[in-house]
């Protein structure tokens, strides 16, 4: 298999880090921290994924959230698994505070949006760095920032 990232999470994120399984992203919005994991498989659906995968999926999903949680200023998490307009698998996470401007309501396909600087993402990149190597998270490539 030949992983292609779907073009629109390519226009729309940053890559932030890569694995053999995997692809880390974070949405170039800088109103909501939101990371996006894509598992490379050509399955729509979680429950198509081998037990291992859905084990390797979720490992990823809770350590980009611990990271997110202790990194980010937020009053609640968001974790899902939608895909109506990019149907090629992928797990939203995103820290949400009570003062966003789509609180207490989604996120999705909100008209807030506003890009990172640079210098911004290559922080955060940073810090997600740290944490891994904290965390003795090991097989993560991380990206260059374009």
Known sequence: M???LDRRLENDCY???ESENSLWLLLNNSYFP???IVPKTEQTELYLLAKEEQE????EANLISEFVNSCFDCDKLNVASIGNIVKQMHIHIIARTESDPCWPGVVWGTSFKQGYEISDVLE???KLKHFCQHKNINGFQFAPVQ
């Open 2 to 4: 030949t992983f292609q």
């Open 15 to 17: 890559q932030l880090a």
């Open 34 to 36: 939101w990371f996006v």
């Open 56 to 59: 390797q999926l979720q490992l």
């Open 124 to 126: 955060i990149q940073t």
